[in-house]
């Protein structure tokens, strides 16, 4: 069967939805034309998908398609060919180039002060969403370890936070900032007494006196891995090594963590710039 004959009655086929259908068909029929409309679908081997993403990395005069839509066109091609030929026929070859990790723009110190003043109200949820968004970002918590904390995981005495990072994870141990400490205990006296409802022991209580989940943060913060972010990013700006941010954010790999590299960079230029003479 030709590779457009092979296209055709697998786009036909029941149970592809009309927006795979749409999606697919403009793929399949690049690949066709390239191909050659005539040549038999059972001659697509690796080598030939190969060649084909190679022609998509170059196929633009102003740079190269980006790694998402050369994948997504692989694996239109890869559904024909397991539709046409079967599963054992599609060669499953990691071929697309890998994408690149972008790391979210981190917002800068005085955006993070903002954030968490736009919360400032009366109130016992006020305080806590203070507390809350303020303890991510001193703490660079994920989402999940904040509303997971109980009361007994801040140590005001040692000025320390105990993260449980899950089964099989690695616990840790982050030191609790200044600002954090205050707002947290102004929660506890203030207002988390007005929330508790029975023997609750989670540290971040919701109006009806249950534990939080993290869509509660999200609509505090829309992109609450942002504050993270800038956990790391500031840290390391003010000379923080990796190793040390690695540890604090409780990454297994160092490899995770050079994703700040770019940040240290920058401030090793500053620096040079300013302690060097042939700067």
């Given at each position: 069967?030709?590779i457009?004959?092979?296209?055709?009655?697998?786009?036909?086929?029941?149970?592809?939805?009309d927006?795979?259908?749409?999606?697919?068909?403009?793929?399949?029929?690049?690949?066709?034309?390239?191909?050659?409309?005539?040549?038999?679908?059972?001659?697509?081997?690796?080598?030939?998908?190969?060649?084909?993403?190679?022609?998509?990395?170059?196929?633009?005069?102003?740079g190269?398609?980006?790694?998402?839509?050369?994948?997504?066109?692989?694996?239109?091609?890869?559904?024909?060919?397991?539709?046409?030929?079967?599963?054992?026929?599609?060669?499953?070859?990691?071929?697309?180039?890998?994408?690149?990790?972008?790391?979210?723009?981190?917002?800068?110190?005085?955006?993070?002060?903002?954030?968490?003043?736009?919360?400032?109200?009366?109130?016992?949820?006020?305080?806590?969403?203070?507390?809350?968004?303020?303890?991510?970002?001193?703490?660079?918590l994920?989402?999940?370890?904040?509303?997971?904390?109980?009361?007994?995981?801040?140590?005001?005495?040692?000025?320390?936070?105990?993260?449980r990072?899950?089964k099989?994870?690695?616990?840790?141990?982050?030191?609790?900032?200044?600002?954090?400490?205050?707002l947290?205990?102004?929660?506890?006296?203030?207002?988390?007494?007005?929330?508790?409802?029975?023997?609750?022991?989670?540290?971040?209580?919701?109006?009806?006196?249950?534990?939080?989940?993290?869509s509660?943060?999200?609509?505090?913060?829309?992109?609450?891995?942002?504050?993270?972010?800038?956990?790391?990013?500031?840290?390391?700006?003010?000379?923080?090594?990796?190793?040390?941010i690695?540890?604090?954010?409780?990454?297994?790999?160092?490899?995770?963590?050079?994703?700040?590299?770019?940040?240290?960079?920058?401030?090793?230029?500053?620096v040079?710039?300013?302690?060097?003479?042939?700067?």
């Amino acid at each position: 069967m030709t590779i457009e004959a092979a296209a055709e009655r697998f786009l036909a086929a029941a149970g592809i939805s009309d927006g795979t259908r749409r999606g697919y068909r403009a793929d399949l029929e690049e690949f066709a034309r390239w191909f050659g409309p005539d040549s038999p679908v059972e001659d697509v081997d690796v080598r030939v998908l190969a060649d084909w993403v190679t022609e998509l990395g170059r196929s633009r005069p102003r740079g190269r398609l980006a790694p998402a839509t050369i994948s997504r066109k692989l694996v239109a091609v890869r559904s024909l060919l397991r539709y046409s030929l079967g599963r054992d026929h599609v060669p499953d070859a990691p071929l697309t180039p890998k994408r690149p990790r972008r790391l979210p723009e981190a917002p800068k110190q005085n955006e993070v002060e903002e954030i968490v003043a736009a919360l400032d109200a009366d109130g016992p949820l006020a305080l806590r969403n203070r507390a809350l968004v303020e303890l991510v970002y001193s703490a660079g918590l994920r989402s999940a370890e904040a509303v997971a904390l109980d009361l007994g995981d801040v140590d005001f005495e040692q000025e320390l936070v105990h993260v449980r990072q899950g089964k099989g994870s690695k616990d840790r141990v982050i030191p609790l900032g200044e600002e954090a400490a205050h707002l947290i205990a102004r929660y506890l006296h203030e207002a988390r007494p007005q929330l508790a409802r029975g023997a609750e022991n989670a540290l971040f209580l919701s109006a009806r006196g249950r534990r939080l989940d993290t869509s509660t943060l999200r609509r505090l913060v829309p992109h609450p891995h942002r504050l993270r972010h800038a956990f790391a990013t500031h840290l390391l700006e003010g000379g923080a090594d990796l190793r040390t941010i690695q540890e604090l954010l409780g990454h297994a790999s160092l490899s995770t963590t050079q994703m700040y590299s770019h940040v240290d960079a920058k401030r090793l230029r500053k620096v040079y710039d300013t302690a060097h003479p042939r700067s």
